[in-house]
Every structure is written in C-alpha cells, then in structure tokens.
C-alpha cells in the first residue's frame, strides 16, 4: 500500500533552533517525493522534490530508502517558517499522477 | 507566477442540494485534478483529468461526483447530492506536463460546508 506518515501534528521550536520534520513512506518501487507548505490563509505550494537535490528556504530533505524516511531538515529555523508542512508521495496511475499526502505537520517557531 | 483560481472562496448549501466547485487551471496546463481536505485530516486525492476524459479517481468519487471542463478554461467539480460528509475544503490543481515529480500547482481552496 502507499502511504506517508507524518508522526508529529505539532512541532514548536525557538527561532534559532534546528528543525526537523518526520516522514516515512510505505511505496512499493522507487519513490518520487515532495515535501509541500501551506503558509496561513494561503495555498499549498511545493517546497522542494528529492529528485532535484535542492535547498528551498534553507530546507533539505534527503531520501533514505533505508528507512523509507524523507525528513526535513532545517538548521536555524526563522518565524516566518510557520506553517503546515505536508509530505507527499507520488502515486503511479493513469495519464496523470497523483499526490499521497501526510497528516501535515504544523510548525510553530516562537520568538 | 501564474496561479490557480478557485471559486467561490466559500461556499454553503443545505444538504442533499447540488454544488459546482469552479476552477480556472493555468493556461498552459493539460493535467487537471481534485483534492480534498476534511477538517483535521489529510489531504486526500479525488480525481486527475487529461484529454477530456477521467484519468484517475480514488474510491471517495462515487457516482456523486463529477467533473468536467466546459470551455477552455474552466474545470469544475460537482457534487449532485451533498452529504454533510462532503464538508471539507476542496483545492484543485494542475500542471503542465505529465512526468514523475513534475509540481503540482494549487488553487487556495473553496471551503464547503454542508448544513
């Protein structure tokens, strides 16, 4: 079955602080995976794909198929990085493919 | 950067009436879908849409639901029946291309609640 597993609904750290949001998939095949954002009152917008290796914002996420684990990493985390985090997977169907989302992790930095 | 538009931002009905959810995908985009969120769970995949015609569609878009993209422009998703269980946030979103990690760009959502 495809899932992900975001294990942690709240994360609250002090600005300054590492970062690291949890998320483990279960995908049979080689995995193509997303983290997304959702900033308040606003849109999900993708914050970066495994497949390209970059770094969004000072976010880094790497695959460890090991551990089926796409964590994200930030290392000194600001205010303006509030907001709900999604992992996502991406399904194999059809024409299109679909997104197979996380819980959602809601990260509150405190001053 | 161009965006997805959804309308009504809000939108409320008694149940058993009908609702049409509208979306303005980006311009260029051929690969349409549907997602929802209820309140306090995840974000879970209804529909894709290529060519005219549904691509993809999980088990929660029943006979209930339909889509459809009348002009050029628009893309809708319709609820026949609602069901207080309908009331959740609807995004739509599209993308250019159909390739494995290709983004996926969101409209901000039409909230739908059901009375």
């Known amino acids: 079955a495809q899932r992900v597993t975001q294990p942690e609904k709240l994360l609250s750290v002090f600005k300054g602080a590492p970062v690291e949001l949890k998320c483990n998939y279960s995908?049979?095949?080689?995995?193509?995976l997303f983290w997304y954002v959702q900033y308040s009152r606003q849109r999900l917008q993708l914050l970066l794909r495994h497949i390209s290796r970059e770094s969004i914002k000072g976010f880094t996420a790497d695959l460890n198929k090991g551990e089926t684990s796409f964590h994200l990493k930030k290392p000194f985390a600001q205010e303006e990085d509030s907001a709900m985090y999604y992992c996502?997977?991406?399904?194999?169907?059809?024409?299109?493919?679909?997104?197979?989302f996380g819980t959602g992790t809601l990260l509150a930095v405190q001053p | 950067e161009p965006e997805v538009t959804q309308t009504p931002s809000h939108q409320v009905t008694q149940m058993g009436q009908e609702v049409i959810l509208r979306c303005v995908p980006i311009s260029n985009h051929l690969y349409f879908y549907w997602y929802r969120q209820i309140l306090g769970q995840k974000v879970e995949f209804l529909v894709s849409f290529y060519n005219n015609e549904i691509s993809e569609k999980s088990e929660i878009f029943d006979d209930q639901f339909s889509v459809e993209r009348p002009d050029g422009s628009n893309f809708t998703l319709k609820i026949r029946s609602t069901k207080l269980e309908d009331s959740a946030m609807y995004f739509c979103?599209?993308?250019?291309?159909?390739?494995?990690?290709?983004?996926?760009?969101f409209g901000s959502g039409t909230q739908l609640s059901v009375l």
């Open positions: 996502a997977l991406e399904g194999y169907g059809g024409a299109t493919n679909k997104l197979i």
């Open positions: 979103a599209s993308s250019e291309i159909r390739g494995r990690n290709e983004k996926l760009f």
């Open positions: 995908y049979s095949g080689s995995p193509e």
